[in-house]
């Protein structure tokens, strides 16, 4: 099965982190474009309150998914690795494990929030004007998690053979359908929020779908076959292994970030539309970023399996490198364009003025974030997933809360607010550094069990 695409441990390095980043990163971004639609259809056409009601609900989802996209890349380290051994029984296994576990756990998923939307939404101190929109979106968004789960789990088996382009264009499928039901939704059926809810929940169920059809089509060992869809032992101890910390690691940022989303609703419905708006812009910076981290975890996994350690340090050096090229790039067109991008979601000048500033700290920190993403990425590769997991949570959470709890609740300014998030990246950043040289030069990163 040692097709080229699938092979990522011959031949150069930098074209093939290149390609393998490049779709990964515009599928992000095409699914925050997505997603961005239904903030900016619900800001055109229904009103401030609306569009804050959505945004609130961010963190809440963040916080209840983050957990199970860290088991997915906990699929992809462990599917890439039978697959760097050319293990086609273990790899068959790991494949059919990865969908169950997608199946079982978007169901457990549904039914937790299901229960849990209120308490939630209380928690973050949502307003009363705002809280009747967000509990709607919240819960139907919440019907859609399986489909959703699926999709993750799904991306990650292609990408653990190296293809990001599968994902990508069945990405865009779904997201023009989703768009276009927003609009009949909302425009033509004057639906509020409940109407991009639906055409969210839609929009997943075709990409999950046609994912699992072309995965029952494939030629090769990652071909899904329904009948076979079970759980096998060792393979998910091996992705529960190295995805739960990630998994955990991703729930970090949610739950410091639900955190910063309580004070920022502390401040009024202005600052909440204009966050909202600028999380839709901001995080085009995060997935590109990201996109080289989970390369780095690729590549790295593919090569260890096949022992050539060598180009194990050398994909995380030229990730490194292309990941922080790239964010210079991207950091300089959003902050020159950022308040036109941001009038695009709300002309209030107030909503755009706070919105900038948020862009500010935020994409202006961005640097600080590459080098968190491809070193936790790479010790993600070499099955160490435990380490950056307990960094990002004395470096990220730790620093976000206790900001929040003591110097923000002294000075209660959106300005000091936001500078948590460069002066969190900037601490996580450095102790993750140190635990990644270390690991190295003892030779624990070898040590993938």
Not at 67 to 96: C, M, P, W
Not at 303 to 328: E, P, S
């Amino acid at each position: 099965m040692n097709t080229n695409e699938s092979n990522l441990t011959q031949g150069s390095l930098g074209d093939k982190i290149f390609r393998f980043a490049l779709p990964l990163a515009l599928t992000g971004i095409l699914q925050q474009l997505f997603n961005a639609a239904d903030v900016v259809v619900i800001g055109r056409f229904v009103g401030k309150e609306a569009m804050a009601a959505v945004g609130s609900n961010t963190p809440v989802i963040g916080l209840l998914v983050n957990l199970f996209v860290g088991i997915s890349l906990g699929a992809i380290v462990v599917i890439a690795r039978y697959t760097g051994e050319q293990n086609e029984e273990k790899v068959h296994d790991a494949v059919h494990t990865a969908i169950a576990i997608a199946l079982v756990s978007g169901l457990t998923l549904m039914a937790v929030g299901e229960a849990l939307a209120v308490p939630f939404l209380r928690l973050l101190s949502v307003p009363a004007s705002v809280m009747p929109l967000s509990v709607l979106y919240l819960r139907i968004y919440f019907l859609g998690l399986p489909v959703i789960l699926l999709y993750n789990f799904e991306s990650g088996i292609f990408r653990s053979q190296g293809n990001t382009r599968t994902p990508l264009i069945c990405l865009v499928i779904s997201g023009v359908i989703n768009v276009i039901l927003n609009l009949i939704f909302v425009v033509v059926f004057h639906h509020s929020v409940d109407g991009v809810a639906w055409a969210t929940v839609i929009a997943n169920c075709v990409s999950s779908g046609l994912l699992l059809t072309l995965l029952c089509h494939q030629e090769d060992w990652t071909r899904v076959r329904l009948r076979e869809i079970r759980i096998h032992g060792t393979q998910a101890a091996e992705i529960f292994r190295i995805g739960v910390p990630a998994g955990i690691q991703g729930m970090v940022f949610a739950v410091s970030n639900v955190t910063i989303q309580s004070a920022i609703n502390s401040l009024g419905a202005d600052i909440m539309a204009a966050s909202s708006a600028a999380f839709n812009i901001e995080i085009i910076a995060y997935y590109i970023i990201n996109s080289f981290g989970q390369a780095c975890t690729t590549f790295v996994s593919q090569n260890l399996g096949a022992g050539k350690l060598d180009r194990c340090r050398w994909a995380t050096k030229l990730a490194l490198l292309q990941d922080l090229a790239a964010t210079l790039g991207i950091m300089f067109i959003l902050l020159t364009f950022g308040k036109p991008l941001l009038g695009l979601f709300n002309e209030d000048p107030v909503v755009v003025q706070y919105g900038y500033i948020r862009l500010q700290y935020l994409v202006g920190g961005e640097l600080l974030d590459v080098i968190m993403e491809v070193l936790s990425g790479a010790m993600r590769g070499y099955g160490r997933s435990l380490e950056p997991a307990v960094v990002t949570v004395l470096g990220v959470c730790g620093v976000r809360i206790a900001w929040v709890l003591t110097v923000f609740a002294r000075s209660h300014d959106y300005g000091t607010l936001m500078s948590v998030y460069p002066l969190s990246w900037a601490v996580t950043a450095a102790i993750l550094t140190v635990v990644y040289v270390h690991a190295r030069r003892s030779g624990k990163l070898l040590n993938f069990s």
